[in-house]
């Protein structure tokens, strides 16, 4: 999911200044996790915004429904469509990801353009939990990991060294660059060693094809049926008794 952290609130404020009506959109995934964006945090903000003397239209999404996942968010939002149409400036507490999405669902969909800003810092794709998450994955478009025992070199190696160690390892087995941290590529090795592929230490990766992060990178695919899979989803906590 992408890590993230709310703005500091001066920065906020400063960015509506001179507004009144303000719309503040929430997001129910990552930015619930993180709490920078869930039903919470959405309404904490209106009543800061409230004291400020602004007139506030909280607007939070239900919990695992993705400001950036347009067909679910959309279908939240619309429902606001005379306040949004009505406001000065929407406030966006999500990650960017979700900002952007949320803005065109406005000015396509809707017809409503606005001023729209973020009260949240995208951090990067981590993973982890309930308390503490770390960055794992730099969205590198060509996964290396199953030569490196499930550990990305990419992001865990300071220097994202595809072929390590670097020659700075210490000898208690941390890295270089942090003494905090184990070096990336001891835990490779040693990972290799305990799941009986030690061999593949010796092959050499080639050098990272960066040319597929060519920015933005764009996808298609087949859109899902939103209410087939919740139903489904549904089902299985329902048979696992979670
Ligand atoms: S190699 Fe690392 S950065 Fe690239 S996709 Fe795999 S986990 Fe992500
Ligand atoms: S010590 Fe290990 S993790 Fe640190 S920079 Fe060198 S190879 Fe990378």
């Known amino acids: 999911m992408m890590g993230q952290e709310k703005k500091p609130i001066e920065e906020v404020l400063d960015s509506l200044d001179g507004?009144?009506?303000?719309?503040?959109?929430?997001?129910?995934?990552c930015s619930t996790v993180?709490?920078?964006g869930g039903i919470e945090e959405v309404n904490e903000m209106a009543e800061i915004l409230t004291k400020q003397g602004k007139k506030?239209?909280?607007?939070?999404?239900?919990?695992?429904?993705?400001?950036?996942y347009k067909p679910f968010s959309s279908m939240f939002v619309e429902k606001f469509k005379k306040d949004l149409k009505e406001c000065d400036a929407v406030l966006m507490m999500s990650c960017g990801d979700g900002l952007q999405t949320i803005r065109e669902i406005l000015d396509e969909e809707l017809g409503v353009e606005k001023p729209i800003y973020p009260a949240t810092n995208a951090l990067g794709v981590s993973g982890g939990g309930p308390a503490k998450f770390i960055e794992k994955c730099q969205a590198c478009g060509d996964c290396v990991v199953g030569k490196t025992a499930g550990i990305c070199p990419l992001t865990e190696c300071p220097k994202g060294l595809?072929?390590?160690?670097?020659?700075?390892?210490?000898?208690?087995?941390?890295?270089e660059v942090d003494p905090e941290k184990d070096c990336a590529w001891n835990?490779?090795?040693?990972?290799?060693?305990?799941?009986?592929?030690?061999?593949?230490?010796?092959?050499?990766?080639?050098s990272h094809d960066w040319s597929k992060v060519t920015r933005p990178r764009v996808f298609e695919r087949e859109p899902l049926d939103i209410h087939k899979h919740l139903g489904?989803?549904?089902?299985?906590?329902?048979?696992?008794?979670i």
């Open 19 to 29: 507004k009144k009506k303000i719309a503040v959109i929430g997001c129910g995934g």
């Open 162 to 175: 595809l072929n390590g160690p670097c020659g700075g390892t210490r000898q208690d087995g941390k890295c």
């Open 34 to 36: 993180f709490h920078t």
């Open 232 to 241: 489904r989803t549904k089902e299985v906590i329902e048979s696992l008794g």
């Open 56 to 68: 506030v239209t909280p607007i939070g999404l239900p919990f695992a429904v993705f400001a950036c």
């Open 187 to 206: 835990l490779i090795y040693n990972r290799l060693k305990n799941i009986g592929e030690l061999d593949k230490i010796n092959n050499f990766v080639e």
